[in-house]
Structures are given as structure tokens and as C-alpha cells.
């Protein structure tokens, strides 16, 4: 009987070991079907650049003046249907929002990997500005998506368009949060350290945050974030050019944008950022 459970514990940290299922878990079916709702919405088709065939949603803005379009990442979990709630509240202040899904999340093609997923941001960036050349372009990530985020813009061929990037709830170190993410339960505290060294670090966002300016840079992070710990913000802060700001959200690392203060702060930032442009 130990002999099987020692065995039924090593099958189970081997499926661990694979990067995609420690950084990605994607979600197929949506979880609600969007045409039921009163979203106003536009399907997206977008193409990366090796051909893998991406999903999404514009949201175009509502009750007020048009002021930019926010690529929104968002988080290493679900779909878009998931993600909606975080991204949609920004239409009612003047921004479209583009809203799409990685590869292998909801109706993109393919399987989610980190050099893949960047091909996928790249995509997006570059639609929002063929859409309409004129238009003020914000890139903004969530959790997982403000740690690809860093990478992706620093290392983006139109950087230089970007009005600013918004990191919410993001991560310093691949590695490092997979290790804080195992160490808080008994079972996987003794393999931290082996698994997270089979995560590449090659786009570890410590590495890229400094890469993102010129561009405006802004921080977002709770101190008690339950899921990716405050200090993984104050590293990527120290280690970021200028310009550059720091704002404490409230609450936990889910329910940031369920909180009014939390959606204020955002709001007075990018409303400085896009009427003085």
C-alpha cells in the first residue's frame, strides 16, 4: 500500500512537471454564451505571427467620450468568458477593450506555451493599432498577464505607439512563483524547488521591466494578495525605469476591480495619461 501511494504521488508531480501546466490552465468551453447577454460586443479574429488562429472580443466604450483602446491580458486560468467582468467596466469610461484569448484558451487554436503566448500578445498589440492608426494604444495584464505583459512590450516592434502599460497583480519570477505557490501546501512543499526549475526563465519579467520605458509604467498590487505575494510588485518596481507609479490596491488578488477605490485609482491614472496626450 506505500509502494502505491509513493507511486500515485510521483504520476502526479511528473504531470506537474510540464511548464504549461504550471503557468497555463486553459480553459475550452466558455462559460456562458455571450450572445444571451446585453454585452455589446464585436468577434475578433486575430493571427499570430506563426499562424495560430486567436479569439477575442472588442468591447467597444459606452455613455462616454472615446479616449483609447486597453489590450487587456488576462490571467493564466479559464477564458475570456472568465475574464469579462475585470475588463468590461472600462468600456462605461471612454476606452474600447480588446479582450482575447491566448492559444489553446476558449476558441484560440493551438497549446499555450510562454514563447507562443508572446506571438499572441504581439498579435493583439499590433491589431488594436491597425484598427484605427489614430488611436491611443494601452496595453494592461493581469496576474499572469502583467508578468507576459513586461516582456511583450518591452520587446515590442511598435513599443514606441504605446501610451502606457498597466501590471495588476503580476509576478517577478516565474520560478519564484511557482515556488511560493507549492510551498503552501504540505504535499508539494518538499518538490518547490525541483519543479519550478523546469519553468523556463528566459522571459522572467525581472529581467524586461526596465525595458518597458519610455513607456509609462504603472503598478497595481494589494498587500494582501493571498495569491502572488506584494513583494514580487516592490521588485518589479525597484528594478523598473522611470516613468513610473506605484498603487496599493485593496482587497484580495481576485476581486481587485470589484472594489470602487481599486477602479478609481485606475481611472484617475489613465485619465491624466490620456488628456494630457
Not at 460586443?41 to 477575442?56: K, V, W
Not at 483609447?68 to 471612454?94: D, E
Request: proline content about 3%.
Amino acid at each position: 500500500m506505500r509502494y502505491m501511494r509513493m507511486i500515485w504521488l510521483l504520476v502526479m508531480l511528473s504531470g506537474l512537471m510540464a511548464c504549461t501546466q504550471l503557468v497555463f490552465q486553459p480553459q475550452k468551453q466558455h462559460a456562458f454564451d455571450i450572445k444571451k447577454t446585453d454585452v455589446v460586443y464585436e468577434n475578433i479574429a486575430l493571427l499570430a505571427e506563426d499562424g495560430t488562429q486567436l479569439h477575442g472580443w472588442w468591447l467597444p466604450h459606452t455613455n462616454s467620450e472615446f479616449k483609447a483602446v486597453i489590450v487587456f491580458l488576462h490571467g493564466n486560468a479559464g477564458n475570456v468568458t472568465y475574464h469579462l467582468g475585470n475588463a468590461l467596466w472600462l468600456t462605461r469610461h471612454g476606452f474600447d477593450v480588446l479582450l482575447f484569448d491566448y492559444r489553446g484558451f476558449g476558441f484560440s487554436q493551438g497549446q499555450a506555451d510562454l514563447s507562443g503566448v508572446m506571438k499572441d500578445i504581439s498579435a493583439a498589440i499590433h491589431y488594436s493599432f491597425e484598427r484605427n492608426n489614430k488611436q491611443k494604444v494601452i496595453v494592461a495584464g493581469q496576474s499572469l498577464g502583467a508578468s507576459i505583459g513586461m516582456y511583450a512590450v518591452a520587446q515590442a516592434a511598435n513599443k514606441d505607439k504605446v501610451s502606457a502599460f498597466l501590471a495588476i497583480s503580476g509576478f517577478s519570477d516565474y520560478q519564484q512563483i511557482a515556488r511560493d505557490v507549492l510551498s503552501n501546501w504540505w504535499l508539494t512543499w518538499l518538490f518547490q524547488w525541483p519543479l519550478s526549475l523546469t519553468i523556463e526563465s528566459e522571459y522572467r519579467p525581472l529581467d524586461f521591466v526596465a525595458g518597458i520605458s519610455p513607456v509609462p509604467l504603472l503598478i497595481m498590487h494589494s498587500k494582501h494578495d493571498e495569491i502572488i505575494p506584494y513583494y514580487h510588485a516592490k521588485a518589479l518596481y525597484a528594478a523598473a525605469n522611470k516613468p513610473k507609479q506605484f498603487v496599493e490596491l485593496k482587497g484580495s488578488h481576485n476581486n481587485a476591480f470589484m472594489i470602487k477605490e481599486n477602479r478609481l485609482q485606475l481611472i484617475e491614472y489613465l485619465d491624466k495619461l490620456t488628456i494630457s496626450e
